[in-house]
């Protein structure tokens, strides 16, 4: 869901960094073209079908076929985006990190899932040993790397934070004077199980026994339906049915509206490589509440409160005092503007400059 925001949010300024001086050729499925602002840069556009969509096949291409493409090429320099080194690449690969779900059991669901993670594992080992340089989106997915690598020397890296896009910043001003519902809790992620939706039901449900009246909001789609009606029988169950408002995926526009009129952002997550209705979120000055074992917090630190996963309790108390303490609300929601100011495009792409140097081997 955010391979585009990411990938194309750092191209966009990378090419118009590069261009015209160097070339810069975007492999891409044939569906999911580059944006046109990229393409009228000078960017050139190299399709693939969408038949390599599929994990499997498509490392099977890169293996097999994507060599003799950069020779055809002659192509200097390789950024694959996939975060796994690509075998047999006849030149210098920087490797952009985004993905930590290989690295997290509590994500896999069955087989395939835990195969293409042992796979993943080994694409992702030999990058961190071999790439002219990593690029990751944290330095929290950077430690997961390093954990599963234990003992091996690590190849040059730099972390290159995810940028927030201008009309996020815009909307941000636009919406600058509504007014936020009291007690209002705003979830935004594709609702992924570990994601933690059933936490924050629960905490909300701790909440109103505490007289505190609560709502939450959840935004975005559910990709597992299992996982969606599991939360609605949580919501059934606890008579929370006017408590808790399941909007599923929404337009832009109610997006940001919703950064604005909530109070709280929470994401009480247990797998997060970077986070970025967090960092959204904090545009429109909303604290945050999550965990300290995912990327939010290092993300959000100065904006947030972060504690353990799986902690209705504590999460109903951080909750708490965000909804009821307008002092601390005010000081973590300036805190949480002068952070996402500092997450532009502009700034946040810099760490790109050093794939140059191993087209030069400098
Ligand atoms: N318009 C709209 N956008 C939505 C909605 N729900 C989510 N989004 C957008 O979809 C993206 C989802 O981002 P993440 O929650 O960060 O995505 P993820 O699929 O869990 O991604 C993983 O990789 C990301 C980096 O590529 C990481 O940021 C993330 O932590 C995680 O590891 C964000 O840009 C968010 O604004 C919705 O209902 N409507
Ligand atoms: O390399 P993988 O594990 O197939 O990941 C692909 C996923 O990664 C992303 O590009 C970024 O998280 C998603 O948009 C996409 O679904």
Redesign the pocket.
């Known amino acids: 869901?955010?391979?585009n925001?990411?990938v194309y949010g750092f191209l966009r300024p990378y090419s118009e960094s590069i261009l015209p001086e160097h070339e810069l050729e975007i492999l891409h499925y044939e569906s999911n073209p580059p944006p046109d602002d990229i393409l009228q840069q000078g960017a050139v556009s190299v399709p693939l079908s969408d038949h390599y969509r599929n994990w499997a096949k498509r490392t099977l291409w890169e293996t097999t076929k994507f060599p003799s493409l950069v020779r055809e090429r002659k192509s200097d320099v390789v950024l694959t985006v996939s975060g796994a080194l690509i075998p047999r690449c006849p030149v210098p690969q920087a490797v952009l990190c985004?993905?930590?779900?290989c690295y997290r059991p509590i994500v896999h669901r069955n087989w395939k899932e835990r195969l293409k993670a042992r796979l993943q594992r080994v694409g992702y080992s030999k990058a961190f040993q071999h790439a002219g340089l990593m690029l990751y989106?944290?330095d929290h997915?950077r430690s997961l790397y390093a954990a599963d690598n234990q003992g091996r020397k690590e190849c040059p890296h730099e972390i290159a934070y995810?940028g927030l896009n201008e009309d996020t910043f815009e909307a941000a001003r636009e919406h600058a004077d509504l007014s936020r519902d009291p007690y209002s809790i705003l979830s935004?992620?594709?609702m992924?199980a570990w994601?933690g939706a059933h936490t924050l039901v629960d905490a909300v449900a701790i909440l109103r026994k505490r007289d505190i009246p609560a709502t939450l909001r959840l935004?975005?789609?559910w990709p597992d339906s299992d996982y969606e009606q599991r939360i609605r029988n949580q919501v059934n169950s606890l008579k929370l049915a006017d408590a808790v408002e399941i909007?599923?995926?929404?337009?832009?526009e109610?997006?940001h509206r919703q950064y604005a009129i909530n109070q709280v952002y929470a994401?009480p997550?247990h797998?997060?490589?970077?986070?970025?209705?967090?960092?959204?979120a904090m545009a429109f000055g909303t604290p945050i509440v999550s965990t300290n074992c995912?990327?939010?917090a290092e993300i959000c630190q100065p904006a947030g409160l972060f504690g353990p996963v799986e902690d209705p309790q504590w999460t109903a108390d951080a909750l708490q005092e965000l909804l009821t303490n307008q002092t601390n609300w005010q000081t973590l929601s300036e805190a949480a503007k002068t952070r996402a100011a500092t997450l532009t495009w502009q700034e946040c792409v810099k760490p790109f400059s050093k794939i140059e140097r191993l087209a030069t081997g400098s």
């Open positions: 869901m955010s391979g925001h990411v985004q993905n930590p779900w989106i944290s997915l995810v935004v992620s594709a992924a994601k935004v975005g789609p909007l599923g995926r929404v337009s832009d109610e997006l994401l997550s797998c997060e490589s970077y986070g970025i209705p967090a960092a959204e995912c990327a939010i």
